[in-house]
């Protein structure tokens, strides 16, 4: 399975951006999908994801304001960013998780937030 992760680009701090996370199979498949993000000199970090069952988890510093969504007649997971702020520039990493298969990585979008 290949993930392609795109929409990132330059927004300024308040503005919105949506990302796409296309699957190269059915996701279906996969316990859990979701968005992970790091920025320069920091860890990895949780952005928002779907879990078995449909429930979803975000990071604290998103919550309220990034929303995740999937369609999956299109094998693809979105991240809505809203009202973004300078601390969001990070490349975004779509990330597939299962407990047969193992874990997924795609290669990430890079999202800066500047005036």
């Known amino acids: 399975v290949q993930l392609q992760a795109s929409g990132g680009g330059l927004v300024e701090p308040g503005g919105s951006l949506r990302l796409s996370c296309a699957a190269s199979?059915?996701?279906?498949?996969?316990?859990?999908m979701g968005w992970h993000r790091q920025a320069p000199g920091k860890q990895r970090e949780l952005v928002a994801r779907?879990?078995?069952?449909?429930?979803?988890n975000y990071g604290d510093s998103v919550k309220g304001r990034f929303t995740i969504s999937r369609d999956n007649a299109k094998n693809t997971v979105y991240l809505q960013m809203n009202s973004l702020k300078p601390e969001d520039t990070a490349v975004y990493y779509c990330?597939?998780?299962?407990?047969?298969?193992?874990?997924?990585w795609g290669k990430g979008t890079l999202v800066t937030v500047s005036s």
């Open positions: 199979g059915s996701i279906f498949s996969f316990n859990v």
């Open positions: 990330k597939a998780e299962s407990v047969l298969r193992g874990d997924y």
């Open positions: 779907f879990t078995n069952g449909g429930s979803t």
